[in-house]
Nanobody
Framework: QVRLLESGGGLVQAGGSLRLSCAASRSIVVINVMGWYRQAPGKQRELVAT???????NYADSVKGRFTISRDNAKNTVYLQMNSLKPEDTAVYYC??????????????WGQGTQVSVSS
C-alpha cells in the first residue's frame, strides 16, 4: 500500500512563506500527475497546482505568481513553495498523485492533509 506523506504546514503571518513537501512512502513507484489541493472551512476542496512527470505545471488563478510547484522524480516527492501568503490561503492542503500499480493501471491517492494558517 502506497501512502503520501505530507509535511511543512504551519502558522505564518500574511506576506510570509511556507514550503510543503509530499513523498510517496514506497521508493519503487511510477507516478504520473502530482498535485496539491486545499479545503478551507465550509468550502469545497479546490485545485491549487499540478505537475506532470515531465514537469508541465498548472495553477489556480488565485495562486499564480505566488506559489510554485515542483517535483523530484528520483525521490517521488512533490513540493509547493508558497510565497506572499494571504489569509485567504488558510486551508488544509492535500497532496494528490496518480500512482501506477503492479498491474500497470493508475490509482489516485490522497495524503492526510496539512494545515496552513495565515494570520493577518
Amino acid at each position: 500500500q502506497v501512502r503520501l506523506l505530507e509535511s511543512g504546514g504551519g502558522l505564518v503571518q500574511a506576506g510570509g512563506s511556507l514550503r510543503l513537501s509530499c513523498a510517496a512512502s514506497r521508493s519503487i513507484v511510477v507516478i504520473n500527475v502530482m498535485g496539491w489541493y486545499r479545503q478551507a472551512p465550509g468550502k469545497q476542496r479546490e485545485l491549487v497546482a499540478t505537475i506532470t512527470s515531465r514537469g508541465s505545471t498548472n495553477y489556480a488563478d488565485s495562486v499564480k505568481g505566488r506559489f510554485t510547484i515542483s517535483r523530484d522524480n528520483a525521490k517521488n516527492t512533490v513540493y509547493l513553495q508558497m510565497n506572499s501568503l494571504k489569509p485567504e490561503d488558510t486551508a488544509v492542503y492535500y497532496c494528490n498523485a496518480d500512482i501506477q500499480r503492479a498491474s500497470g493501471t493508475y490509482t489516485n491517492y490522497w495524503g492526510q492533509g496539512t494545515q496552513v494558517s495565515v494570520s493577518s
